[in-house]
């Protein structure tokens, strides 16, 4: 089991992933330049929260086009694992492994605060050990975080139950109060129709240790290593 956390002018939360993952679980993991093209040793690809290319254009738009995210795609094609956090979910919509989009929070403000989210889908790879209807407590951080899609893509994510985590209050009430950037009913992640490419925009490597005061976000890392221990893709 190999994962393999990418690396693009701008990323910041790439050391956050890598030591969860080698220094909390022991696993080994590697850091992946963003112009390197073969990816074929790793199980799972993690594109970490940050400011790729400076993010000018609009986040993640030049990232996307990095020599890196062809493989990325053929990766995820082939139904190995996908996480974007932040940024990477930014990322992921706009190679469009991932429907939507991304856009200003509604504030117009950028945020950065520790925020309920409830477990929507727990039969992902990525939530496997969590509760549905689990309410955890994760970290945000982001000016561009209010996922938008338009009402028949809506459906199709509520159809599919590709909706994985919404934002809601600390009871797990999901109101336009509990969502922090605007986001369309209240979304904080999503997958995609295989389950296999995780979008969030929070941060579970930033909730990984007792040393951060809060271990909600590690049993998504751990979910990842115990699906793939029970023989998927390998």
């Known amino acids: 089991m190999k994962f393999g956390v990418v690396v693009f002018p701008g990323s910041n939360c790439d050391i956050d992933c890598y030591k969860v993952l080698s220094n909390v679980l022991k696993k080994d993991v590697d850091y992946i330049w963003h112009d390197t093209e073969n990816i074929e040793e790793y199980d799972v690809i993690i594109l970490p929260g940050g400011f790729s290319y400076g993010d000018y254009l609009r986040c993640g738009a030049i990232a996307r086009f990095s020599k890196i995210m062809d493989s990325v795609v053929k990766h995820a094609n082939k139904g190995k694992l996908v996480i974007g956090i932040c940024n990477g979910f930014q990322i992921l919509t706009e190679v469009g492994l991932l429907p939507g989009a991304l856009i200003r929070n509604n ?20 939530t496997l050990n969590y509760k549905e209807g689990q309410v955890i407590n994760i970290p945000i951080a982001h000016g561009e ?8 893509g809506l459906a199709e994510l ?45 941060h579970p490597e930033r909730a990984s240790e007792i040393l951060l005061g809060n271990e909600d976000g590690l049993a998504l890392f751990k979910s990842m290593i115990d699906y793939l221990e029970r023989g998927h893709f390998k």
């Open 158 to 202: 509520e159809k599919n139950n590709q909706i994985v985590f919404r934002y809601c209050s600390k009871e797990g009430l999901i109101d336009d109060k509990s969502n922090p950037n605007g986001s369309v009913n209240s979304i904080a992640g999503i997958c995609n129709k295989a389950g296999n490419v995780l979008g969030m925009m929070p």
């Open 145 to 152: 975080g209010n996922y938008f899609i338009d009402e028949e």
């Open 107 to 126: 504030n117009l403000k950028f945020i950065c605060k520790t925020v309920p989210i409830r477990i929507e889908n727990n039969t992902t790879p990525f």
